[in-house]
């Protein structure tokens, strides 16, 4: 069995998911920080005068122990039961923004991928076997 690991992992394509999924993650952090310290406060400026969405909560019960203008990190410690819209409109953008660049990305890499060269089609292989049958 160990064997059998060992030559699992010795796979190439094993070794390319690995990378792929740390390279991921540190994409994902960029997104994050490009989207929260950079697009947020802006879109927060342009719809009404610095916004920021990380603090915008619905509160569905303990709403008695909630005051206006509290965090949503103060408005949880209190046990509440909030709704983050907040963070997941920015979590849909960060979506967004991943799934764009990830789309960029694909585009660029299949302009300079060459698709393969198609092969002989069954019909063709069969002609040729047929017509080298014939000549004997």
Known sequence: MIKDFKAFLNQ?????????????????????????????????????GGV?????????????????GMTLAAAKATGANVMALGSFVTAVINFVLLAFVVFLLVRQ????????????TEVDLLTEIRDELKKK
Request: charged share 15%; proline share 6%.
């Open 12 to 48: 190439g394509n094993v070794m390319g998911l690995a990378v792929g999924v740390i390279i991921g993650a540190a994409f994902g952090t960029i997104v994050k920080s490009l989207t929260d310290d950079v697009l947020m406060p802006f879109i927060g400026f342009v719809t009404g």
């Open 52 to 68: 920021d969405f990380t603090n915008k909560y619905l509160v569905l019960t303990g709403g008695d122990k909630v005051t206006a």
């Open 109 to 120: 890499a299949s302009k300079f991928i060459k698709p393969a060269e198609p092969g002989p």
